[in-house]
């Protein structure tokens, strides 16, 4: 008998690490709707047609998503995301090497880029 009572602990011992384990890879993860807000807004920065502006300096569109999406993934490994608002505040606003904030020049004038991704996330939730 103390040999199953043994082994029925160790098999709960086990079972337990292994939900727990679970549970954080879950909590690790960007929940579906969250990756698909930010990858919308990746895809509007991309498509946008303006200059994203870093430290002093004009990017394309498309090199200004490929660096936002290096920030993102940086921070999805830090498991800092947890919602498209942080996607925005901590890897679209400012520079992270500097703290100067970034710019976004389009046809109809500049605004921080913080600003312009927070009006398309409601515009694109309004959907």
């Known amino acids: 008998m103390q040999a199953f009572n043994s082994g029925w602990g160790q098999w709960r011992l086990g079972a ?7 549970m954080g890879a879950a909590q690790a993860e960007v929940a579906p709707p969250v990756r698909a807000e930010i990858t919308g807004l990746l895809d509007f920065v991309e498509h946008s047609g303006c200059q994203f502006v870093r430290n002093g300096t004009a990017y394309p569109a498309p090199q200004a998503r490929e660096h ?9 490994g830090k498991k800092r995301i947890n919602s498209a608002e942080d996607f925005i505040e901590l ?24 600003t312009w991704l ?10």
Do not use: W
């Open 16 to 22: 337990a690490a292994g939900l727990l384990l679970v």
């Open 68 to 76: 936002l999406q290096k920030k993102l993934t940086y921070l999805e």
């Open 91 to 114: 890897a679209a606003t400012q520079s992270s090497m500097s703290g100067k904030p970034y710019q976004v020049r389009c046809p109809t004038g500049s605004q921080p880029a913080g």
């Open 118 to 127: 927070n009006t398309e996330l409601h515009r694109q939730r309004a959907q």
